[in-house]
């Protein structure tokens, strides 16, 4: 079964963010509340972390992963960003929003969407995101946890680690979550942005 940490939203217990970011280094997969859905997560070099996380979603190769960032620097490392990007970027976030963005070289490549060698990056305004992120120094490989056939993410911690205990290592208790996931924005498009998702972020300075 299990460890299930109660961590509170907003004022973060550093103890159990230190054990949560040792548990993601050991291999461990964990469901964490974000500012949008709850998610799972894990080390974004451990391939059978990330092997568990698509057998338990069922995912196909067309997938888009995402990596939970810290700020818009360490997005900068993990994808290509020209000036007009970086912009966009820095208006909206932190908050509720995934980005499409072409991979940078630091991506390691079965992460990347296989045909458009992409990633989906977001900065949560969470503060248990935050203070995991700092914990790790580097970004979470991170998906909604929404499970095969549901038509909405995961919502109640104790429904998480009631019905996935057995599956995970750690079910992070922040509260309940939002009952929907990012809304995500495909900015490497050469034709344009594209909405490719609506959801918690507003859709309207993309319209």
Not at 5 to 11: D, G, R, S, T, V
Not at 15 to 44: E, F
Not at 143 to 163: F, R, V
């Amino acid at each position: 079964m299990s460890q299930y940490f109660h961590i509170h939203p907003e004022n973060p217990q550093p103890r159990l963010l230190k054990q949560a970011a040792a548990i993601v280094r050991n291999g461990g997969v964990i469901a964490y509340p974000t500012d949008s859905a709850y998610a799972l997560g894990c080390h974004l070099g451990d391939k059978d972390a990330l092997q568990r996380i698509i057998r338990l979603r069922q995912l196909d190769e067309k997938h888009h992963f995402t990596l939970m960032c810290r700020d818009l620097s360490e997005i900068a490392t993990y994808a290509k960003v020209d000036n007009a990007t970086y912009r966009l970027l820095k208006a909206h976030t932190p908050g509720a929003y995934t980005f499409i963005l072409a991979a940078s070289g630091e991506v390691p490549k079965r992460l990347m969407h296989p045909k458009r060698k992409t990633i989906g990056l977001r900065v949560p305004e969470h503060a248990i995101c935050q203070g995991l992120l700092a914990e790790l120094n580097e970004p979470l490989l991170t998906t909604t946890l929404q499970l095969p056939g549901a038509t909405e993410p995961l919502y109640d911690p104790e429904e998480i680690h009631e019905s996935l205990g057995k599956q995970l290592e750690l079910v992070i208790n922040g509260g309940f979550g939002a009952m929907v996931s990012t809304t995500m924005v495909d900015l490497s498009d050469p034709d344009g942005v594209k909405v490719l998702r609506v959801g918690a972020g507003d859709t309207s300075p993309f319209d």
